[in-house]
T-cell receptor, first 120, second 112 residues
Framework: GAVVSQHPSWVICKSGTSVKIECRSLDFQATTMFWYRQFPKQSLMLMATSNEGSKATYEQGVEKDKFLINHASLTLSTLTVTSAHPEDSSFYIC????????????????FGPGTRLTVL | DAKTTQPPSMDCAEGRAANLPCNHSTISGNEYVYWYRQIHSQGPQYIIHGLKNNETNEMASLIITEDRKSSTLILPHATLRDTAVYYCIVRVGGTSYDKVIFGPGTSLSVIP
């Protein structure tokens, strides 16, 4: 149990376009989802926290109008990178918190496999 | 979350035990020590966590000092697949409000 998936696993887009990344909790309900970004040879940086049905909370320095987060259901959150530029190229990782008896770890965070974004 | 200090990198011979240290001198009484690892180009993977007692699971052992100011993650028989960045994180854990904040971690290289 406690599987988190991301789609796509990698994406290449042209500068100026928007890209949507999906994060799904496959076997549990995620009341909270987190989005991280990781540049090469660096650690993961938390971008934002989203709770189902409410607006996301962004970390300091993260542009909320550029990184749109939607958490419309208990199993799906999306991150849209709007008007992407080459400096947005990064590894984006989501994690989901929730669960219960099925996961054996109520309120723990489970991480997705990541999405590699390359903006040309 | 309390801050942790880890060596930036370590080497370990394949088949030997890998001992990864972590200092967390400002840990609070209700904070757990968590370990995650990230294999290149993958999402982080939970390894183990503990409060004050030593813990063991199928992946690793966690030794926490009596004063809880430091801990050691032990991979008993390291393999090449254990090459990864290992993150030691202290957090309240399992609550509805905490979140995992990553530091730089330790890059472990398992050498044939």
């Amino acid at each position: 149990g406690a599987v988190v998936s991301q789609h796509p696993s990698w994406v290449i887009c042209k500068s100026g376009t928007s890209v949507k990344i999906e994060c799904r909790s496959l076997d549990f309900q995620a009341t909270t989802m987190f989005w991280y970004r990781q540049f090469p040879k660096q650690s993961l940086m938390l971008m934002a926290t989203s709770n189902e049905g409410s607006k996301a909370t962004y970390e300091q320095g993260v542009e909320k109008d550029k990184f749109l987060i939607n958490h419309a259901s208990l199993t799906l959150s999306t991150l849209t990178v709007t008007s992407a530029h080459p400096e947005d190229s990064s590894f984006y990782i989501c994690s989901a918190r929730g669960g219960g008896a099925s996961t054996g770890s109520y309120n723990e965070q489970f991480f997705g496999p990541g999405t590699r974004l390359t903006v040309l | 979350d309390a801050k942790t200090t880890q060596p930036p990198s370590m080497d370990c011979a394949e088949g030997r035990a890998a001992n990864l240290p972590c200092n967390h001198s400002t840990i609070s009484g209700n904070e757990y020590v968590y370990w995650y690892r990230q294999i290149h180009s993958q999402g982080p993977q939970y390894i183990i966590h503990g409060l004050k007692n030593n813990e063991t699971n199928e992946m690793a052992s966690l030794i926490i000092t009596e004063d809880r100011k430091s801990s050691t993650l032990i991979l008993p028989h390291a393999t090449l697949r254990d090459t990864a960045v290992y993150y030691c994180i202290v957090r309240v854990g399992g609550t509805s409000y905490d979140k995992v904040i990553f530091g730089p971690g330790t890059s472990l290289s398992v050498i044939p």
